[in-house]
């Protein structure tokens, strides 16, 4: 039985978006757009210390670049601070040099703005290529979170991996470099649908909180994932799809304050890890 979750956080803005980016627009709206999200990430951290919870934050180091005390401020309450590229684009529209840099350049700017190691990735939509994991310890990351042992989802993803607890890379892949963790990413047991992300908007914290007692129950510490940008009012664009709005805003500020207040403690993915062997103890654990 595990008692613990990690809330972790895909630290990206409205405008990083794949259903931003990829509306209909002629460049009015980009003003609109721009910065939607901060507003979300503060309340994250007020909420987080409410409930003395510690997270992970995967940050689009652009964000870092251009609200780099948004960025430091939550590296300073001591939540973990992990990489979701630079740009957000999805990894494999890039060619191999470019999916490089987005990992490597990410990793060191952040650990310049906050002065913190950096040791955990998360891919941009959980979209990964054949050489994932490779290029993921080469950029010097010790473990991944790009990992989603889902179905499959049309249109979205799932359906590559089927194993729910963290292991080393080669669990997941035999041919991943040995020294490189995974921490997947919760999903219902059985019915093996995502307990978080578009799905805890869609079916309620309820769902979400009844997956976290059955992982626990199997000793699975759940790993849940929200973004910044769902806990404040979107604006309204043209070509940005109407699942994107569904109970934004201030249900889901209720909905995370309602998982936040279960008996689970919160802690970072490079805590759960550490305790399963998997990566180094962070320092000052």
Partial sequence: MSDRAVLSVDFELFEHTP??????????????????????????????????????????SEVAAEHPDAVRAFAAAGHEIGSHTHTHRLLTDLDPDERRRELRESRELLIDVT?????????????????HFSMVAEAGYAYDASVVPCRRIPGWYGGDHDRQRPGPA???????????????TAVMPGLRLPLTGTWLRLFGPRYTILGMRLLARRGITPVLYVHPWE??????LEGVPR????????????????????SFTFTSVRQVLADAGLVDTPEGA
């Fill in 19 to 60: 259903a931003y980016r990829g509306a209909d627009d002629d460049g009015t709206s980009e003003a609109e757009a721009s910065g939607v999200g901060l507003d979300g990430a503060r309340f994250l951290r007020e909420t987080l210390a409410e409930h003395d919870a510690t997270a992970t934050a995967f940050v689009v």
């Fill in 115 to 131: 002065e913190e190691p950096v040791d955990g990735f998360r891919a941009p939509a959980f979209d990964v290529g054949p050489d």
């Fill in 170 to 184: 080669t669990a997941f892949d035999p041919e991943a470099p040995s020294d490189l963790a995974v921490a997947p």
């Fill in 231 to 236: 806990f404040v009012d979107l604006p309204e």
């Fill in 243 to 262: 699942r994107v709005y569904v109970r934004t805003g201030d249900w889901m500020r209720r909905a995370v304050e309602r998982i936040l207040a279960t």
